[in-house]
């Protein structure tokens, strides 16, 4: 009897996850938002970036993700300027381990504009990090719809990675003080590119600071996730949204891009553009990837994960 219940719940996850398939539909209509003009290109303090909050406070809303704290709203500042992480929150389902959390994260800011190129001075950062601030949030979505995680999930999406990685740290240093017990941190970082052909199709900053690659393929039952060495010698473990959280938590917490220096040439530039997007890539990785946050990450009876000196 025990092992056919086991079966039977095998078979509900995979029977959520081939009806909640996140579709490129939504990926991009969000994005095209996201990267659109009328956002002036997100930097923290603008009109725009406060609409792009709002886009993501209200997606979080009518999905049914709740505000962790009183409202989806974390504030800070950099000087005299005023920003907005924005943290959704879904609770875990198993009461052995809904008090153990995973993040997911991004920034959604942008650097405002760049050099005029034909008329055009607005940096609309589809790429960076548009694409990774819809993965976020579909995943979000896709939790919200399944509740199939056992793990509690903060949804976390940034201002002023730009200025610094001042959000992030910002929130890490806030979980912290109130002893939020974080098993894992993942952010993603420009995945709206494909890399070419015969390449692994993600890679992991400070791949050898932890075992993270190694489990998320294993869940996967797929090899998705490896190793770039452009990412090791320009030190990209320590330049993300990532590294706060394994400042003030000493926990395995990386990011995860599709960016590898030879695929996108509009890197913090107007032409980083939502017409410069592979959507059909997106929305494989971003699929790609449940199995691999759900199948182990968020649902794994034990801490799987470590840090290579634990």
Known sequence: MKNILSLSLVMFVFSCAAQNKIEEK???????????DVLEGRSTGSIGIEKAAVFIENFFSENNIKPYFETYRDTFNVKDIIGYNV???????DPGLKDEFVILGA????????????????????????????AVMEWAKYFSETKTNKRSVLFTLYAAEEMGLKGSGHLAERLKSDSLNVYT?????????????????????????????????????????????????FNLF?????????????????????????????????????????????????????PALEGGMINASTKEIKLTNE
């Open 107 to 134: 920034h959604y800011d942008h650097i405002g504009t760049a050099k005029e190129v034909n008329g055009d001075v607005i940096a609309n950062g589809a790429n960076d990090d548009a694409s990774g601030t819809v």
């Open 26 to 36: 939504s990926i991009k209509t969000s994005l095209e938002y996201l990267a659109s």
């Open 87 to 93: 943290v959704g929150y879904i609770e875990g389902n």
């Open 185 to 233: 941190m993942i952010n993603f970082e420009m995945i709206g590119v494909p890399r070419a052909e015969g390449e692994m199709m993600a890679y992991v900053t400070g791949f050898k600071e932890s075992n993270m690659a190694e489990k998320l393929n294993s869940y996967a039952n797929a090899e998705i996730i490896g190793f770039l060495p452009k990412a090791k010698e």
């Open 238 to 290: 320590k330049r993300s949204d990532n590294y706060p959280f394994y400042k003030s938590f000493q926990i395995p917490a990386q990011a995860i891009s599709t960016f590898d220096f030879t695929n996108f040439d509009f890197y913090h530039h107007v032409d980083d553009e939502t017409e410069n997007m592979d959507f059909k890539h997106m929305t494989n990785f971003i699929n790609k990837m449940i």
